[in-house]
């Protein structure tokens, strides 16, 4: 959706819009970032995330989903295997009462 140098925010579903707003507030800091809407889990885009993973050198993966078995599992397990480089990931890391989906 967007190119950028310094990393890579991979998201999908709701969280898409969120890791827009922080691009453009890590701009505000100097912090190009490219972003990547990752509609499917499978078929994995493999192509474009290494070449990703090649370009800026680190990840930022959101989703709202538990980080274990999700869009984290599988971009780490790619990453690891074929460049490897730091992923954070913003996600569930424990489970609790169901919400809205903005929460």
């Known amino acids: 959706m967007h190119e950028g140098s310094d990393a890579t925010i991979i998201a999908c579903g709701i969280m898409v819009a969120s890791a827009l707003e922080a691009r453009e507030n890590l701009l505000k800091?100097?912090?190009?970032c490219s972003v990547i809407n990752?509609?499917?889990l499978n078929p994995l885009d493999n192509e474009t995330i290494l070449r990703q993973a090649k370009?800026?050198?680190?990840?930022?993966t959101a989703e709202?989903?538990?980080i274990r078995g999700g869009l984290n599992s599988i971009i780490s397990q790619l990453v690891t295997a074929n460049h490897p480089i730091p992923i954070d990931s913003i996600a569930l890391t424990k489970y609790g009462e169901s919400g809205e989906s903005s929460e």
């Not at 370009?55 to 930022?60: E, K, P, R």
């Open 64 to 66: 709202e989903h538990f």
């Open 55 to 60: 370009i800026t050198g680190a990840f930022v």
């Open 38 to 40: 990752l509609s499917s």
């Open 29 to 32: 800091s100097e912090i190009n």
